[in-house]
């Protein structure tokens, strides 16, 4: 049997999160980040042979320090309200993953993002009780992430755990917008039964945040439409505009300060095929970047969260593509500025 990295979390049901953190729901102890289990094994001289990996956490950072970070990444494996294929719970740690195996000199931003000091946190424990329990703990852990002054990264997980963060950031911040890339309105108030299903999370957020903006939109529920439809800006217009028309059409609807949300399947499923509700006609990476590149430029990022990857087992393109598109969206808004 091959022996597996004795720092890296293994791909994992709930049965083995709630093992490992039941009854841990708070990542905190006097104001700061517990230490992570992970990093309390001791190896011996012929294991850390074998177990030459970066270490486990995003970018796979050195000796990292909460107190130097300015980003504190809060990694969440929760998928109970998705609504065709699950598996999105699998997702921060593919992200994780795919993460340490990433040059970190970037040719574009002549540097390496990580120097911004990123500090990734345990895992946090869903609550498998109830959608809008495990919101309010969300909020709760952002909110103790932007009491010590860190940026929130998010790694979902399903798209709900936005709910959470945006919950928290509004609640400092009044002057904000939320902006939304997704395939999907997620406008609807309540679904299957639930207000706080993952295809009502826009909802949700305009509650906390009445100022959102969605783009890449190509699927939506006529209600959505109608009603919020002049804060979409869909995929089949976009086609007829310039990324710097997009960019502009953007920044011109949304505040300074912003949270943004991506859901991955508002990328193309030929390009992002690990979606479990993947729509034709998305974005393709190129597009994303560059979008975000024009639009980060001119914007404060207040927080982000990146959703709804839904690993395929043996498939590693599409978590490698998302841990890439964190470390581009990190420094478009911060290290590009240095």
Not at 101 to 114: P, Q, R
């Amino acid at each position: 049997m091959a022996l597996q990295d004795a720092t890296a979390a293994p791909p994992h049901s709930y049965a083995i999160i709630m093992h490992i953190n039941i009854c841990s729901h708070n990542l905190w102890l006097d104001g700061l980040p517990r230490t992570s289990r992970a990093a309390q094994f001791v190896l011996s001289d012929s294991m850390k042979i074998l177990n030459a990996m970066p270490p486990y956490n995003l970018f796979g950072v050195e000796n990292p320090d909460f107190k130097d970070a300015m980003i504190a990444v809060l990694p969440i494996p929760y998928d109970s309200t998705v609504t065709y294929k699950s598996g999105s719970r699998d997702g921060p740690h593919a992200i994780i993953d795919a993460s340490r195996n990433m040059e970190m000199y970037s040719e574009e931003f002549d540097g390496d993002v990580t120097q911004l000091g990123i500090y990734t946190l345990e895992e946090m424990a869903p609550n498998l009780n109830s959608p809008e329990e495990n919101i309010n703990m969300i909020q709760k852990e952002v909110s103790n992430i932007l009491d010590n002054g860190k940026i929130p990264v998010i790694l979902g997980g399903e798209h709900t755990v936005m709910v959470g963060a945006v919950r928290a950031v509004a609640a400092r911040e009044k002057d904000m917008s939320v902006l939304h890339f997704d395939a999907h309105s997620d406008y609807r108030d309540s679904y299957s039964g639930s207000k706080f299903n993952h295809a009502c999370v826009m909802a949700r957020a305009r509650e906390a945040c009445p100022s959102c903006f969605s783009v890449g939109i190509r699927s939506t529920d006529e209600v959505a439409a109608r009603k919020y439809g002049k804060d979409m800006l869909y995929r089949k217009d976009m086609h007829k505009m310039s990324l710097d028309d997009v960019v502009d059409t953007i920044v011109n609807r949304t505040k300074d300060n912003l949270y943004i949300t991506i859901d991955m399947d508002v990328m193309d499923p030929s390009e992002m095929p690990s979606l479990g509700t993947p729509e034709p006609d998305g974005l393709s990476f190129y597009e994303l970047t560059y979008i975000l590149r024009g639009v980060l430029s001119k914007k404060k990022l207040l927080g982000i969260d990146f959703n709804e990857l839904c690993p395929i087992p043996g498939m590693i393109a599409p978590n490698y593509l998302v841990a890439k598109l964190v470390y581009m969206a990190l420094g478009y808004a911060f290290f590009a500025k240095k």
